[in-house]
């Protein structure tokens, strides 16, 4: 197997006028060759700041402040913007964006735009090019009329396809799926999952898959990064997570509580009071104590590190570890 | 679907053109009626001032100025009837037969207004529509440049630089840079299109036409390449922030291709619009700033038709002028469908 | 070896002496023309060097707006540019000097002539100069503008009845209330003509006159027509500002109803006309009820009339006087009623300054004293490398405003056309630019003999005999034709030639003058209703003015001896002007080209140019082009024209008699090779030629034309046009002497050389000072004590018997030659 991602404390902070906001504070994972790491939590959590950084992209006023991304034996931080876009970016890793709406540039054909980013980086002809685009559009499920069309003329499901379709066809190491079917309908979704499990099989890709759905989650995830404010809070199997037995994080087990499930009914949904901290000024000690239904005084003073509770299975919470 | 929008858009441009000219006509007619006949009173007493006459009896002269006065209301003929006159200049007009003049000649002495106009047009056009072309570029590639670094320095002081210059009258600066790189550094010349004298041989006068051109293409620059960079800016950082943006970056295409490609091809139909208008309007000239620089092109010509009541040449200037703009616009209606595929033409909203 | 070196170098020296001595023709080599529309920048590139003069008339506040390192490089040419004057409406102009409109009672106090006349009084016309103009200008009193030539008899009247520049408000204000008051007295007034405090009241409400003030001039007739407002006011008489612009005059004021009351009094603005040295026709203009610019002349309703300045004017006008005193007695007394009746009353004249580059002139050109640059300013005109670049001044930029047309009455209209056209023509005769005196160019008088007398009517009948074997053209014959026994004319004159070769090379003769006669008859005669050989504008501007009654024409010893219908007894010379022969075909005068150009211009009127184009030789006229001798396209015309008339060994009617078809051809052939070197049909005889045209440069270059045959030499004009000017700086007496003494005046002189403006102390002169005492004016002679100062002595019985008051003194200084100058003062005698 392998690992094909490592990630050590990696910091991305956005420094606003007002200071700097901890986008993502101190987070440390790895990625194996073939599997899915889900990442799931609140919004603002941090997740697609983590989807941004991996691409070295931070939005503005976004910086990379610390940490390594270790891609394929090498830290790509070290490397100039010209280097990674020539060599990291969709070569080694790509990304399937949240709200396909607005991801294809409206006034270019979908041929021209597949075509643009597939020359700039293969020295390909024409023809060669379009062999492949028509390969990966049939991959995910497409006619080739849809080459000629322009964006807005798209369904949103034709488009998410597409969008795969682009985040593929330089066959990259690592594919980071942003919420990638959050805007679609359930009919659609369910297509869009399938498919991406299909061409992990074919294709042998690693996925990152962000979302805050967690039963999209459980269905394609094998294993799960929950994140809190910026850092991680538990990593753990589809089975460790989702498996209801053994420990795991009063948050994970929060926004389990939270999901509907599909065959049980419950008079009221639970859900976690409160908001998501202020990530400018993080709370002292765990950043989920003020929310956690199980807090104890020395969640408020000491913040609990990440540590293994079973195998494959970290925790960051001063419960858990007593336990 | 497309073709019968394109004809029905061009159908309407040419009535309102009509109407235009028509209502030209009649304002024209209207305003300058009194004006005129005081005009040529005036002018009658002036020539006969100068005549000696000492031959003539009291009724001679009187005779003398009666028939001379009857030449001139000939001339701008005002003898025909309000409502004839209007429609006749309308109808002249639209169907490009502006006529003769009554006063103003070109400067070759020709008085057929096409022929005046048409001397006209491309003087301005050396100058303005150069100009126009120069800024174009220049907004468009400053626009975007400041779009890239917004906030930092070079942005902030292009926008200073804006402000001031927005203040500013277009022919104190022109006086001010003649005053300067024409009399106390004298490096340009001070006015006109040609040196005196004008070189003799099509190179040389080309080269000289170039050398005089410089000062005020200069000027308008200076004037005008701000105002639009700073829109472009706007609008282009408006663009930036669209995901499509962010996903091509992703997808590892090199900025320029990012920002001259996806940007600028999204952001299109404003820039476009204010390039072909620009463009367009630069045929018109400027009645001031042509003045300044002794450049006798279709500002001034509106300036002295106006001047001396020169009914025929003012309405042929404003002919041309309004006909140009008119295309401009059926021609940007009709192309935005293809610079913006989202945006559909001739079909309902 | 040396010594035919030596004599190498003195054969050089002679061969360049002898060359230097030969050359003919104007002053500088080549003339380069361009336009500027920007005022500022044609003064600031004259200052710079950039171009040599400024060929526009620059209003004297941009003068004072230049800073002082710029005017040390310029040099200024001050000329008069136009004047202000006031029209009155004196409706009902008699007593009770009101009258009744839409029911209401309305008074004028203008209807009185004491008023109006105060109104000079009331006015300071120095302040005006000073504040309002900023200084460039000055007073004026009458219609002959100070300091110009032949003016100072008419000035003299105004010095005599106490004008002054300052004016005198007690005085005014004085005779304004004496007048109203005795108007009060009338009976018809009695009761409703009643001051109230400070304002003049009618039936109860104030007394108002209406001031139409012309807005459109903001810094001058505006800033006029309110501080004269305030100045009325002062009397007690309210004024309404009716603020108003170019398009309202002549509705109201001159086309419009006097008893209608739209206007009192109207701000008048004239411009300046050439330099001229006699004013009779300005009179009639300005004062004359027949020419129709006085109050109610254009309108329908009252009209101001005065039979004895109608008849008077009209005779001045008209030539009808026999002796230099019946003239001076006719223009005086019209002046003097003008001045009285007030209804025009002037105010101040203008100046406008040409300028040119200090530095790059030898000594200062000719201008002309009443209008400014002109053709001999360019003959004149003396720089280091001949080269003379002058700027001119167009909101159009534009050299040529209306159509080289040299024939008809409507070509050269404009000030830009002319100033580049009369350099290449020299005329017969022309007014010196100094002094408006007759200079006698290509044709002089050797003898000019006048007899006339007057008949019953007090009409002009000649009689000096004419030969029957005078020459008359008849158009409809078209022949010369012997005049016939029994024929009179007022005139006859002799004159001699001075022909040249014109521009293309071809020598000129007596037969240029036999066919510009002989034109001039053929289109100014309509021989029968659409004769195609007509113009209409052309004929009545020439045709009546034709003083024409038969020619002589001496071929041998080249003379032309020319019987015309015309006197003037004050000046023989403009006699001898207005009969000099010439061989233009123009209408204007200045403008003349070769018979053979005329003549294509003729055929293309009568049968169409090559190019299909119909031509005229009018401006306006539905369907054909005016004629132009510069515009491309008929210049093609023309030369197409000359190669047809080559073909058909054309040789014009009028001279068929005295030309061969291969001297016609000859002519046309230069004419057409002329066309194709220069790319223009103005082929002429003047000391310059068109030889470059560049249209869209706006440039125009003229060269000297220096055949040898050409009459003068480069020097010849400015000494020709040095005239001496005499000015009156100050005067001192006593402001007051005692009856029974005697005191004296004393006069400083200087006298200054045209074209200079240095004035030095006067050398010589005759200075007389006049007392006027009412009627009588006593005259006493100035001797000269120093050079430039003069004394007179006036003694003690001279004024003995005088009443105690106040008197005018004026002092004249003339001299032979020189522009006489006059300066007024008073003394209170007690």
């Not at chain 1, 002809?125 to 559009?137: M, N, P, Q, T």
């Not at chain 2, 800016?233 to 922030?241: F, K, M, P």
């Not at chain 3, 106490?162 to 408000?169: I, L, P, Q, R, V």
């Not at chain 3, 005086?332 to 009285?340: D, K, S, V």
Request: proline share 5%; with cysteine.
């Amino acid at each position: 197997m392998g690992r094909i991602l490592e990630v050590n404390n990696l910091k991305l902070y956005y420094y606003t006028a007002r200071g700097p906001v901890r986008g993502v504070d101190d987070i440390s994972f790895h990625l194996n060759k073939g599997e899915t790491l889900g990442v799931v939590g609140e919004s603002g959590c941090g997740k697609t700041t983590l989807g941004t950084a991996l691409l070295n992209m931070p939005s503005p006023p976004g910086r990379i402040v610390g940490g390594e991304i270790v891609l394929a034996g090498s830290d790509i931080l070290q490397l100039n913007e010209k280097q990674i876009r020539q060599q990291i970016r969709w070569e080694k890793i790509s990304m399937v964006f949240q709200g396909a709406m607005n991801c294809l540039t409206p006034v270019y054909t979908i041929e021209k735009q597949m075509l643009e980013t597939l020359q700039e980086h293969r020295e390909m002809d024409e023809a060669a090019a379009g062999e492949r685009i028509r390969k990966y559009i049939a991959y995910v499920g497409l006619s080739d009329d849809v080459l000629r069309r322009y964006p807005h003329e798209l369904s949103g499901g034709m488009k998410q396809r597409i969008v795969i379709a682009t985040a593929l066809f330089l066959e990259p190491e690592v594919v980071i799926c942003d919420e990638p079917t959050t805007a679609l309908d359930v009919v659609v979704q369910a297509q869009i999952i399938n498919l991406l499990k299909e061409l992990k099989e074919q294709l042998g890709l690693s996925f990152i898959f962000i979302t805050h759905d967690l039963a999209t989650e459980a269905e394609v995830a094998d294993r799960i990064l929950v994140m809190y404010a910026g850092k991680i809070a538990e990593i753990g199997t589809n089975q460790q997570i989702y498996g209801q037995e053994g420990q795991i994080h009063p948050y994970t087990r929060g926004l389990l509580g939270a999901t509907p499930r599909l065959r049980e009914k419950v008079a009221k949904l639970d859900f976690i009071p409160g908001t998501p901290p202020n990530l400018l000024h993080p709370p002292a000690g765990c950043r989920f104590h003020l929310r956690c239904p199980v807090v104890m005084e020395r969640c408020s003073v000491e913040e609990p590190p990440l540590k293994e509770i079973e195998a494959e299975h970290k925790i960051a919470c001063w419960r858990c570890f007593d336990e | 679907m497309y073709g019968r929008y394109a004809v029905k858009r061009i159908i309407y441009g040419i009535i309102t053109y009509m109407v235009i000219i028509f209502i030209f006509s009649m304002l024209f007619n209207t305003v300058v009626e009194t004006t005129l006949r005081s005009l040529l009173e005036e002018r009658l007493q002036g020539e006969f001032l100068q005549m000696d006459l000492g031959n003539y009896s009291a009724e001679q002269i009187t005779e003398l100025k009666a028939q001379r006065r009857d030449q001139l209301y000939r001339m701008h003929h005002l003898y025909s009837p309000f409502i004839v006159r209007v429609f006749w200049r309308a109808y002249n007009t639209i169907t490009f037969n502006f006529g003769q003049s009554t006063n103003v000649t070109s400067s070759s002495g020709e008085r057929d207004v096409g022929m005046i106009i048409a001397e006209a047009v491309p003087r301005t056009a050396l100058l303005f529509t150069v100009a126009a072309v120069i800024n174009i570029t220049l907004f468009i590639f400053l626009g975007i440049k400041k779009a890239q670094k917004a906030g930092k320095m070079f942005d902030q002081s292009t926008s200073i630089i804006t402000m001031v210059v927005f203040g500013m009258p277009s022919w104190w600066l022109a006086m001010l840079l003649i005053m300067f790189l024409s009399y106390v550094i004298p490096l340009f010349p001070s006015g006109g299109m040609f040196s005196t004298p004008p070189p003799e041989g099509s190179w040389a006068r080309l080269v000289d036409l170039l050398y005089h051109m410089i000062l005020p293409v200069l000027t308008l620059v200076l004037l005008r390449a701000w105002g639009g960079a700073y829109l472009i800016r706007n609008i282009v950082l408006g663009t930036l922030q669209e995901d499509y943006i962010m996903s091509a970056r992703a997808r590892g295409l090199p900025e320029q291709k990012v920002l001259y490609g996806h940007t600028l091809r999204s952001a299109a139909p404003p820039i476009a619009t204010m390039a072909v208008m620009s463009l367009l309007i630069s045929f018109s000239g400027g009645l001031i700033f042509e003045g300044i620089f002794s450049w006798p092109g279709m500002g001034n010509l509106f300036w002295v038709a106006l001047q001396q009541y020169d009914i025929p040449v003012l309405m042929g200037n404003l002919a041309v002028t309004t006909l140009l703009y008119m295309s401009g616009l059926i021609f940007l209606d009709l192309i935005y469908g293809l610079l913006d595929p989202r945006i559909k033409v001739g079909g309902k909203a | 070896m040396k010594v035919f070196r030596v004599i190498g170098l003195l054969f050089l020296v002679l061969l360049l002496s002898v060359t230097a001595l030969a050359k003919k023709g104007p002053v500088p080599d080549k003339i380069y023309f361009d336009v500027t529309m920007q005022q500022d920048i044609g003064l600031r590139d004259v200052a710079e060097g950039k171009s040599d003069i400024f060929y526009y008339g620059v209003d004297y506040p941009l003068i004072l707006g230049l800073d002082e390192a710029l005017l040390n490089k310029l040099e200024l040419y001050s000329i008069p540019s136009g004047y202000w004057s006031f029209i009155i409406n004196p409706y009902p102009y008699e007593a009770p000097y009101f009258f009744e409109l839409e029911g209401e009672e309305i008074f004028n106090p203008f209807a009185m002539r004491e008023v109006r006349y105060a109104l000079s009084f009331l006015l300071n016309r120095q302040y005006v100069v000073d504040e309002i103009q900023g200084g460039g200008g000055g007073p004026m009193f009458t219609v002959a503008t100070p300091g110009q030539p032949g003016t100072y008899p008419y000035n003299l009247l105004p010095d005599k009845m106490g004008f002054t520049g300052e004016g005198d408000e007690e005085r005014a204000l004085a005779e304004i209330e004496a007048a109203m008051n005795q108007a009060a007295q009338l009976p018809e007034n009695r009761g409703k003509l009643q001051k109230e405090g400070e304002w003049w009241t009618f039936n109860g409400e104030p007394v108002e006159i209406k001031f139409f003030i012309r807005v459109d001039d903001p810094t001058g007739r505006m800033k006029l027509g309110e501080y004269v407002s305030q100045q009325i006011e002062k009397a007690g008489i309210k004024v309404e500002r009716m603020l108003l612009d170019r398009s309202k005059f002549w509705g109201m004021v001159y086309a419009g109803n006097a008893e209608k009351w739209q206007y009192t009094i109207y701000t008048e603005g004239w411009g300046a006309g050439a330099t001229r040295k006699w004013w009779e026709h300005i009179l009639a203009q300005m004062y004359a009820p027949w020419w129709g610019y006085m109050p109610g002349g254009f309108g329908d309703g009252w009209k101001y009339k005065h039979e004895q300045l109608d008849q008077i004017t009209q005779r001045a006008y008209n030539g009808q006087f026999l002796t230099i005193d019946e003239y001076w007695d006719l223009a005086l007394t019209a002046q003097e009623i003008g001045i009285e009746e007030a209804l025009r009353v002037y105010v101040t004249y203008q100046n406008q300054y040409f300028v040119a580059n200090k530095a790059r002139f030898n000594n200062r050109f000719a201008y002309g004293l009443g209008d400014g640059l002109g053709k001999y300013t360019l003959v004149t005109a003396d720089t280091p490398d001949g080269i003379v670049r002058a700027t001119q001044f167009s909101s159009r930029g534009n050299l040529f405003m209306s159509a080289w047309n040299p024939v008809g009455a409507d070509g050269f209209g404009d000030v830009y056309s002319r100033y580049i056209a009369e350099p290449l023509y020299d005329a017969q005769a022309f007014e010196s630019p100094a002094s408006a005196d007759i200079l006698f160019n290509r044709a002089y008088p050797l003898d000019i003999q006048t007899k006339v007398s007057g008949d019953q009517e007090g009409n002009v009948v000649g009689h000096v005999e004419i030969p029957a074997s005078a020459l008359v053209y008849d158009p409809v014959e078209e022949k010369w034709v012997e005049i016939g026994p029994g024929k009179t004319a007022f005139t006859k004159g002799v004159y001699g030639l001075r022909l040249s070769n014109f521009h293309h090379g071809i020598p000129a003769t007596l037969v240029d003058y036999l066919y510009s006669e002989a034109f001039a008859q053929e289109w100014a005669t309509e021989d029968f209703a659409g004769d195609p050989y007509y113009d209409e504008g052309y004929g009545k501007k020439l045709g009546e003015a034709d003083v024409t009654v038969a020619h002589e024409y001496d071929f041998a010893n080249e003379q032309i001896t020319h019987y015309f219908d015309y006197q003037f007894p004050p000046d023989e010379s403009r006699v001898g002007f207005r009969g000099a022969p010439t061989l233009s075909t123009s209408a204007n005068a200045g403008i003349g080209v070769v018979w053979e150009i005329s003549e294509a211009l003729a055929r293309m009127v009568v049968g169409g140019g090559a190019s299909g184009e119909n031509y005229s030789f009018s401006q306006g006229i539905e369907g054909a082009l005016e004629v132009d001798v510069i515009r491309p396209s008929t210049v093609v015309d023309i030369r197409a024209e000359l190669i047809e008339m080559i073909a058909e060994q054309h040789v014009p009617v009028s001279i068929k008699d005295y030309v061969t078809p291969a001297e016609a051809v000859t002519r046309y052939q230069a004419a057409v090779d002329f066309i194709d070197q220069y790319g223009h049909a103005y082929i002429s005889n003047g000391p310059f030629y068109i030889s470059r045209l560049d249209y869209d440069a706006n440039f125009v270059e003229l060269t000297a034309f220096r055949d040898e045959t050409y009459p003068f030499e480069p020097g010849y004009w400015m000494e020709q046009l040095r005239t001496t000017r005499l000015v009156v700086d100050r005067v001192g007496l006593p402001v007051m002497v005692e009856k029974g003494e005697q005191f004296m005046v004393t006069a400083n002189v200087s006298e200054i050389i045209y074209p200079e403006v240095e004035s030095s102390p006067a050398t010589a002169g005759d200075v007389k000072v006049l007392l006027i005492a009412g009627e009588e004016e006593l005259e006493f002679n100035a001797e000269a004590v120093k050079t430039g100062i003069f004394r007179a002595v006036i003694p003690a019985d001279a004024i003995a018997e005088l009443e105690s008051g106040s008197y005018t003194v004026v002092v004249i200084a003339s001299a032979e030659g020189a522009l006489p100058s006059t300066k007024t003062e008073s003394i209170v005698i007690y």
